[in-house]
């Protein structure tokens, strides 16, 4: 800016020289004039001495006039040209200027904290270095002063002294050892009483887990060992579109279902839970879920859904597989004390032969004899272990697109097969005992009749395989419930491979679908 204002003040120089020049040509060029008019009248004017002073003084006074009239013109010159850049410097710099001057200021400023701070720092340095060299003086001379006594009975100071040094010496190292055997001793004493405390805090929590388990076993056989609940799924849209009329007469008990036949009778059946239309899925879970409970405690469970086609076993099953992946690892992470490895394998019964819908390529599926439990397993099938409940859901949706079915009068998709979902728990209890636990989740394919589903060929054959292995099932179920000595497991492919799960101590579930559509080729009063 500053190299700006020095051209500008410059040119405004150059041009008024310029006119001084000019003007000053023009005094030369009028006072030359003058001389010659003058040599011209000079003879007249040489000898009257009067006139020639008069015309001098006149001569005088027209080149002041002229120079009085140059000089206000050229004054005239300059402050218009010197308003005209003022005009132009003020509008066109002013913003500029104001700029470079703060920003000269705030350098300004901050020069002037850079050097305050810096000549701080020696200031405080130099305080410090005079306060120590200050006191190590007053040392000196504070040692020298007191050493000056003792300089000459030096001999016989020190004989003194350091007896009584060493005691003190000797006197601190013994408190100190004293104090940290006594800290040692504390801690340690502290430490095997809390030591003492967690092993009875643990041995507590131990007797109050086999307590537990113990109780809730026996809870679960009050219940029954055996429970059936009864689900009734509502009418479909197109069932309301014919005027379907509902057969289920009477749900006002959660325990008792009474059913209308078409030629109006009534039919008063008593069980453990009954399930209306009104009941969603989370209902039914949050009654089977103690069931769980038993087979996180070690004892097998198995759950069955059973029904007439086109009932709504499937989608109940689907239902129990959603939810059953997050219930197992929720109730893992509470359970501290237990160790739990899960693992997973899916096959089908069909026509009375075992299908691994995990490996389809496997053919080691074979029915064998367990050794420790003399139950009857499969062995050879496929499993995936399970770490999260997603895992769960996966493994069900692509074993799922290999599972047998077919149409028929009462259902385009029918299933033709019992698909067995096996759920494995290893477990290691608080005690460090090793158990094993199976969860089967059946989904058993729909009773029916052949002269009302319509089935032929192949679909009669699957029909009546499927009747004859649900036959098996209730001959083994009614001979557990009324505590047979023997209980019929071989006489069908679905209950041998069930025998873990419904043998023992094993905890079951059937969960009985209803359709309450009477137009259905299957009346319910049957089913």
């Known amino acids: 800016m500053q190299t700006e204002r020095a051209k500008q003040n410059s040119q405004l120089a150059d041009k008024t020289l310029t006119t001084l020049e000019t003007h000053g040509l023009l005094i030369a060029m009028s006072h030359s004039s003058h001389e010659s008019k003058s040599n011209y009248h000079a003879k007249s004017l040489h000898d009257n001495p009067e006139a020639h002073k008069t015309t001098i003084q006149a001569r005088r006074l027209i080149e002041l006039e002229a120079q009085v009239r140059l000089q206000q013109e050229m004054l005239k010159t300059i402050q218009s040209e010197s308003q005209i850049s003022s005009k132009r410097f003020s509008v066109s710099s ?14 300004i400023r901050h020069d002037c904290e850079s050097l305050r701070r810096k000549f701080s720092l020696k200031i405080e340095t130099a305080r410090a270095a005079i306060s120590d060299k200050f006191v190590e003086f007053l040392s000196r001379e504070s040692y020298s002063k007191l050493n000056r006594p003792f300089q000459a009975d030096h001999v016989s100071f ?12 000797r006197c601190i190292l013994e408190s100190h050892r004293t104090l940290l055997v006594r800290v040692s001793e504390s801690i340690k004493a502290v430490c095997e009483a809390y030591s003492h405390r967690l092993v009875t805090l643990e041995s507590q929590l131990r007797t109050e887990i086999t307590l537990r388990r113990k109780l809730h076993n026996q809870l679960i056989e009050i219940r029954g060992g055996i429970r059936v609940f009864v689900r009734v799924r509502p009418l479909l849209q197109d069932e309301i579109s014919r005027g379907t009329k509902s057969c289920v007469a009477d749900l006002a008990d959660e325990s008792c279902l009474v059913l209308e036949s078409l030629s109006g ?8 839970k009954v399930f209306g239309t009104a009941c969603g899925n989370s209902d039914l879970f949050h009654e089977l879920s103690q069931l769980l409970v038993s087979s996180l405690d070690g004892y097998n469970v198995s759950i069955l859904a059973y029904g007439a086609t086109n009932s709504g076993k499937t989608y109940t099953m689907n239902s129990i597989y959603e939810r059953i992946g997050f219930e197992l690892f929720d109730a893992q992470r509470q ?15 069909y026509m009375d032969s075992v299908v691994d819908l995990i490996n389809l390529k496997n053919m080691n599926v074979d029915i064998r004899m367990n050794v420790d439990n003399g139950c ?9 272990f399970l770490e999260s409940p997603a895992d769960v859901q996966r493994a069900l949706e692509e074993a799922s697109k290999h599972r047998a079915v077919s149409s028929t009068n009462c259902n385009e998709q029918s299933s033709r097969s019992h698909l067995i979902t096996c759920i494995y728990l290893d477990i290691v209890t608080p005690n460090g005992r090793n158990i094993e636990s199976r969860i089967h989740l059946v989904d058993l394919a729909g009773s029916e009749r052949l002269a009302k589903s319509g089935a032929t060929g192949q679909t009669a054959k699957e029909a009546f395989a499927i009747n004859k292995s649900l036959s098996a099932l209730a001959d083994v179920i009614h001979a557990r ?10 006489n069908s492919v679905l209950t041998s491979v069930l025998n873990e799960s419904l043998g023992g101590e094993s905890k079951t579930l059937t969960i009985v679908q209803i359709s309450p559509a009477q137009v259905c080729p299957i009346s319910p009063c049957n089913s």
Do not use: M
Not at 343 to 349: A, G, I, N, P, T
Not at 481 to 490: A, L
């Open 481 to 490: 419930f009324n505590k047979s000595t023997h209980v019929p497991y071989r």
């Open 335 to 349: 359970r501290a004390f237990w160790k739990y490895t899960l693992s997973l394998s899916v096959c089908e019964v």
């Open 158 to 169: 020190q004989p003194t002294v350091l007896p009584l040094v060493r005691d003190c010496k």
């Open 376 to 384: 009857l397993h499969v062995p050879g099938l496929a499993k995936i």
């Open 265 to 272: 009778e009534r039919r008063q059946f008593n069980l453990d």
């Open 94 to 107: 002013i913003s500029t200027v104001t700029a470079e001057l703060k920003g000269s200021i705030s350098t």
